[in-house]
């Protein structure tokens, strides 16, 4: 199992941070690919390790952000005809910026590691191919 390099400027949990954005499901396989993929960006610019943690920041606090919308019942809700209290879902809003940012970091995070092979650009996720011996 690859060991992350922590001397290139990652940070143990980073891997799985990372995969988390992605939406991938955490396992030996994935850790693996993923810390051998970070250290090869370290390797290439220690600038843009800097750049995936402040991603990586910027994504959790979005994340901390979503959660708290929508706790109330009413949250997200409009008053649309006051004579009879009906109550619609803002279509917009608070939540929607917050997705749109979620979406804006994980595509900046999947450009960067489109080098990795387990990186799927076109989609956004990781997955992995099948060799054939």
């Known amino acids: 199992m690859a060991t992350l390099d922590t001397g290139l400027g990652w940070v143990a949990g980073d891997v799985e941070r990372i995969l988390l954005v992605f ?3 955490v396992s030996n396989y994935t850790i693996d690919q993923m ?3 970070c250290n090869e960006l370290g390797e290439m610019s220690p ?17 901390v ?3 708290g919308l929508g706790v109330d019942d009413d949250a997200g809700k409009v008053l649309v005809k006051a004579d009879v ?9 608070r939540y929607e910026a917050v997705l749109k ?3 804006r ?20 996720s990781l997955s992995t191919t099948l060799i054939r011996s």
């Open 23 to 25: 939406d991938v499901g």
């Open 35 to 37: 810390t051998v993929c």
């Open 47 to 63: 600038t843009l390790v800097s750049d995936v943690r402040g991603l990586l920041d910027d994504y959790e606090a979005a994340e």
């Open 65 to 67: 952000v979503q959660s």
């Open 85 to 93: 209290l009906e109550w619609e879902v803002d279509k917009g809003g």
């Open 101 to 103: 940012e979620k979406w």
């Open 105 to 124: 970091i994980a595509d900046k995070l999947v450009k960067i590691f489109s080098f990795c092979p387990i990186v799927y650009p076109m989609s956004g």
